[in-house]
C-alpha cells in the first residue's frame, strides 16, 4: 500500500502562481514515477505531468507546458507541481499518482497509476 496526500491547492487570481505538494509514503517512493492530473466538473480525469524515478526526466500536457513544473525530492517522499502564470481553465481538483513502474510509460493514461491522492483544489478567478 501507498499513501499519497497532495496540499497547496487554493484560490488565485489568474497571471498567479500556486506550489502543489504530494507526500507519500508506504512505499519505496524513489523507485516509481509519479505523475498530476486533473479533473474539472463535468470533464474526464486529464493528465497534466510526470516525472521519472530519477527526477532526470519529465513530461507535459501540451496545455501545460513551460508554464507548470514537476519535480521531486526522494529524500522527503515528496512531489511538487509548480504552477505559473495559471489560467480559469487550469481551474480543477489536482490529483497525484503513483505510476506503477520506474518510468513514465503511457504516462497520460490513469490506468498506468496504481495509487491516487485524495485530490485539492485549484480555483483560478479571472
Known amino acids: 500500500q501507498v499513501q499519497l496526500v497532495e496540499s497547496g491547492g487554493g484560490l488565485v487570481q489568474a497571471g498567479g502562481s500556486l506550489r502543489l505538494s504530494c507526500a507519500a509514503s508506504g512505499r519505496t517512493f524513489s523507485r516509481y514515477a509519479m505523475g498530476w492530473f486533473r479533473q474539472a466538473p463535468g470533464k474526464e480525469r486529464e493528465f497534466v505531468a510526470a516525472?521519472?524515478?530519477?527526477?532526470?526526466?519529465?513530461i507535459y500536457a501540451d496545455s501545460v507546458k513551460g508554464r507548470f513544473t514537476i519535480s521531486r525530492e526522494n529524500a522527503q517522499n515528496t512531489v511538487y507541481l509548480q504552477m505559473n502564470l495559471l489560467k480559469p481553465e487550469d481551474t480543477a481538483v489536482y490529483y497525484c499518482?503513483?505510476?506503477?513502474?520506474?518510468?513514465?510509460?503511457?504516462?497520460?493514461?490513469?490506468?498506468?497509476?496504481?495509487?491516487w491522492g485524495q485530490g485539492t483544489q485549484v480555483t483560478v478567478s479571472s
Open positions: 499518482a503513483a505510476h506503477r513502474g520506474p518510468s513514465y510509460y503511457a504516462a497520460e493514461l490513469p490506468k498506468m497509476y496504481d495509487y
Open positions: 516525472i521519472h524515478w530519477s527526477g532526470g526526466s519529465t
